[in-house]
């Protein structure tokens, strides 16, 4: 089993920065593709950014500029770097990974999620 814990979550100034963490810890063989995907309310969940394990990135139009995500492969953790916060990026982002096991099975995953709120 894998667990993703993400992490900084907070209340923002529109204009301000925030920066999420999410590890993952269990049995992992490897890592392939994370990412954040957030949820406002009332809306469905909406991919914001991806990387693989090779460091290749995408973003949401609405997003891009302004985030920045990266990973750190040696401890099995994704961030996502927030800058210029607007008010419609608040909502709850989730960390997503694709998790290849010790048995070679590729799985994903989500993380509990982790509440971003910009205030106007």
């Known amino acids: 089993q894998v667990q993703l814990v993400e992490s900084g979550g907070a209340l923002v100034q529109a204009g301000g920065s925030l920066r999420l963490s999410c590890a993952a810890s269990?049995?992992?063989?490897?890592?392939?593709?994370m990412g954040w995907y957030r949820q406002a309310p009332g809306k469905q969940r909406e991919l914001v950014a991806t990387?693989?394990?090779?460091?290749?990135?995408n973003y949401a139009d609405s997003v891009k500029g302004r985030f920045t995500i990266s990973r750190d492969n040696t401890k099995n953790t994704v961030y996502l770097q927030m800058n210029s916060l607007k008010p419609e990026d608040t909502g709850v982002y989730y960390c997503?990974?694709?998790?290849?096991?010790?048995?070679?099975?590729?799985?994903?995953?989500w993380g509990q999620g982790t509440q971003v709120t910009v205030s106007s």
């Open positions: 997503h990974a694709h998790v290849l096991s010790a048995t070679f099975r590729s799985i994903e995953y």
């Open positions: 269990g049995s992992i063989f490897s890592i392939n593709d």
């Open positions: 990387i693989t394990s090779g460091g290749r990135t």
